[in-house]
């Protein structure tokens, strides 16, 4: 898999080309009791940019609004060659306290185990789907965020891919069971229907 922060992916259908690896500023600034000084935020986001990073995410809430002035402020002069993603108040499934789903759990059993295994804190398995555009890391030390960029240097083996997908498939249904069964054919007049391609 290995790849660099200046591997680009494409956004979508945008047509902007993104870092793998997108950097997360939840925890740039105190105000919440637990980010980083702005001179920590400062170190990260340059060592970020200086390996190819473009794609800053960050959000009015984050450390009660004030990581986004500390962005601000280190956006200056170089606003034109990033790109920012920025969410506005707060999300939803926060508000509804939705607890992680069985699949997340197990992803979660499988990566963690494995991490140590290849002597890593981070695994960016994420990066392995063509979906993924880009991976956010939010870290609030220098050494988290050189153990997040070194990740990507990392390859999988067929079976630590077997395993992960495993532990992430999920039970796709209705209606696509339905369409897979031989109830589907009745339904079709004994017409072969292809199932759309995952």
């Known amino acids: 898999m290995a790849v660099q922060l200046d591997h680009y992916r494409l956004l979508g259908r945008s047509g902007l080309r993104v870092s793998p690896l997108s950097l997360g500023t939840m925890a740039f600034g105190v105000a ?4 980083c000084e ?11 940019i200086e390996n190819g990073g473009n794609f800053i995410d960050t959000a009015n809430f984050y450390a009660n609004g004030e990581s ?4 601000g ?3 200056q002069g170089r606003r034109e060659q990033l790109a920012i993603a920025e969410l506005r108040g707060w999300s939803p499934l926060v508000a509804l306290q939705i607890p992680y789903s069985l699949a997340e759990r197990m992803v979660e059993r ?19 789907n063509p979906a993924v555009a880009s991976t956010i890391i939010d870290v609030r030390t220098h050494a988290q965020f050189e153990d997040n ?4 240097e990392l390859t999988f083996s067929s079976a630590q891919i077997a395993a992960l997908n495993a532990a992430s498939s999920i039970e796709l249904g209705f209606p696509h069971d339905m369409l897979g069964s031989p109830v589907s054919r009745m339904m079709f007049g004994d017409v072969n229907v292809e199932t ?3």
């Open 110 to 128: 499988e990566l963690i185990p494995m991490a140590r295994e290849m002597g890593m804190g981070v695994l960016p398995w994420t990066l392995l």
């Open 38 to 48: 702005e001179a920590a935020a400062t170190k990260i986001f340059n060592h970020y």
């Open 149 to 152: 960029l070194a990740a990507v």
């Open 73 to 75: 402020r280190l956006l």
């Open 68 to 71: 986004e002035r500390v962005v």
């Open 32 to 35: 919440a009791s637990w980010g």
């Open 196 to 198: 759309r391609r995952r």
